[in-house]
């Protein structure tokens, strides 16, 4: 397999690897997914359901790219009734962002 040199278009990197265009997201659109399931944490939801409910539209290939990036990191899981975001941020990060002046 060899490696394809990257172009960048305005919004997506695109990387050609035999015959497949993957699409990465940008981070705009990590952050919209990030908070819609953040905000829908308490419900298992199927990948076609969110696609549905996202504010704006996302390429399903991307949407699976940013799904993997979440389950990755730990944000997220996949289970038989679908996708669920876990993560709950340490609590010594928030006390130490309590009282914090933001610049």
Same mark, same amino acid.
């Given at each position: ?12 990197? &695109?990387? +050609?690897?035999?015959? #497949? ?5 940008? *981070?705009?659109?990590? $952050? ?17 359901? &969110?696609? +549905?409910?996202?504010? #704006? ?5 991307? *949407?699976?790219?940013? $799904? ?17 975001? &876990? ?17």
């Amino acid at each position: 397999m060899s490696t394809q040199a990257l172009e960048l278009s305005e919004t997506e990197l &695109i990387q +050609k690897e035999d015959h #497949k265009i993957k699409r990465y997201p940008n *981070l705009n659109t990590v $952050l919209m997914v990030e908070g819609f399931l953040k905000t829908h944490r308490d419900v298992p939801m199927k990948v076609s359901d &969110i696609k +549905k409910q996202l504010p #704006k539209q996302v390429m399903h290939e991307t *949407l699976k790219v940013i $799904l993997e990036y979440l389950w990755k990191s730990g944000k997220i899981i996949y289970g038989p009734k679908g996708i669920q975001w &876990i993560y709950s941020e340490p609590e010594h990060l928030r006390k130490m962002l309590e009282n914090t002046l933001e610049v």
